[in-house]
């Protein structure tokens, strides 16, 4: 049986998503909790996140022998294996060809601001920015929002060789006292959020203008090359 799981998991406490060689990854996690109840499968992510980023959403399948056809008896007790870093939010029974990345029709990530000076209670989950201009982010955000090559908005030494994106929407609100921007997309570039986070950011500052923006998604000028925190940012949905 080929089984849809949706997770969340908490960044920080792995190496990222995908399996490591030195096994500290969320992959590898999953894949001991499977093997100390005899299921012996593969796992297939919808997409990698990396190291102290978040997911609230995160979507693999992976195939069950026939004796496990109890998916909420599943869940229950591979959670009792898991740490209390991933939790199996469902599983559900999907059709034999459904592949959780070549299917995904769009991703859905947040990444969380606050002018609140971090906690050590919060500081691996919001980010921290001093001050935010609300309206030069709004009209910044809604250049990304299209299809566009984002060769300057991605990690160098990735393995992507098409670096062209589509994003079909982009929210920037608050919420209480923490700022959220909201990216959906066909998929995403390694630190390509980030990326668009940190320039946007710049922007608020002052220090980076719309025309900036502008001139690096056209990729005229790269201005921008630092990242935001991974510690402010989540996965937080894929359609299907």
């Given at each position: 049986?080929?089984?849809k799981f949706t997770i969340?998991?908490?960044?920080?406490?792995?190496?990222?998503?995908?399996?490591?060689?030195?096994?500290?990854?969320?992959?590898?996690?999953?894949?001991?909790?499977?093997?100390?109840?005899?299921?012996?499968?593969?796992?297939?992510?919808?997409?990698?996140?990396?190291?102290?980023?978040?997911?609230?959403?995160?979507?693999?399948?992976?195939?069950?022998?026939?004796?496990?056809?109890?998916?909420?008896?599943?869940?229950?007790?591979?959670?009792?294996?898991?740490?209390?870093?991933?939790?199996?939010?469902?599983?559900q029974e999907v059709e034999?060809?459904?592949?959780?990345?070549?299917?995904?029709?769009?991703?859905?990530?947040?990444?969380?601001?606050?002018?609140?000076?971090?906690?050590?209670?919060?500081?691996?989950?919001?980010?921290?920015?001093?001050?935010?201009?609300?309206?030069?982010?709004?009209?910044?955000?809604?250049?990304?929002?299209?299809?566009?090559?984002?060769?300057?908005?991605?990690?160098?030494?990735?393995?992507?060789?098409?670096?062209?994106?589509?994003?079909?929407?982009?929210?920037?609100?608050?919420?209480?006292?923490?700022?959220?921007?909201?990216?959906?997309?066909?998929?995403?570039?390694?630190?390509?959020?980030?990326?668009?986070?940190?320039?946007?950011?710049?922007?608020?500052?002052?220090?980076?203008?719309?025309?900036?923006?502008?001139?690096?998604?056209?990729?005229?000028?790269?201005?921008?090359?630092?990242?935001?925190?991974?510690?402010?940012?989540?996965?937080?949905?894929?359609?299907?």
């Amino acid at each position: 049986m080929n089984a849809k799981f949706t997770i969340s998991y908490d960044g920080t406490k792995f190496q990222g998503s995908q399996t490591q060689p030195n096994g500290l990854s969320v992959e590898d996690r999953l894949q001991e909790a499977f093997k100390s109840i005899n299921i012996d499968t593969k796992i297939v992510l919808s997409g990698r996140t990396d190291k102290d980023v978040h997911a609230t959403g995160q979507v693999f399948n992976a195939f069950l022998p026939s004796f496990w056809n109890d998916l909420k008896k599943l869940k229950k007790i591979l959670n009792k294996h898991l740490p209390n870093s991933i939790n199996i939010k469902t599983i559900q029974e999907v059709e034999k060809d459904f592949h959780s990345r070549f299917h995904a029709k769009k991703r859905v990530y947040r990444y969380l601001v606050s002018t609140n000076k971090p906690t050590v209670f919060n500081a691996d989950y919001i980010s921290y920015h001093e001050k935010i201009d609300e309206a030069k982010i709004k009209e910044a955000i809604k250049l990304f929002e299209g299809v566009h090559d984002f060769e300057y908005f991605h990690k160098k030494g990735s393995d992507k060789e098409n670096t062209v994106r589509e994003v079909f929407s982009t929210k920037f609100y608050k919420y209480k006292d923490i700022y959220v921007f909201h990216f959906c997309a066909n998929s995403y570039l390694r630190s390509q959020i980030r990326l668009m986070v940190g320039i946007l950011l710049k922007i608020s500052d002052g220090k980076l203008s719309l025309e900036d923006l502008k001139k690096q998604l056209e990729k005229k000028q790269n201005k921008f090359r630092t990242p935001a925190s991974p510690y402010g940012l989540y996965l937080a949905k894929v359609y299907y």
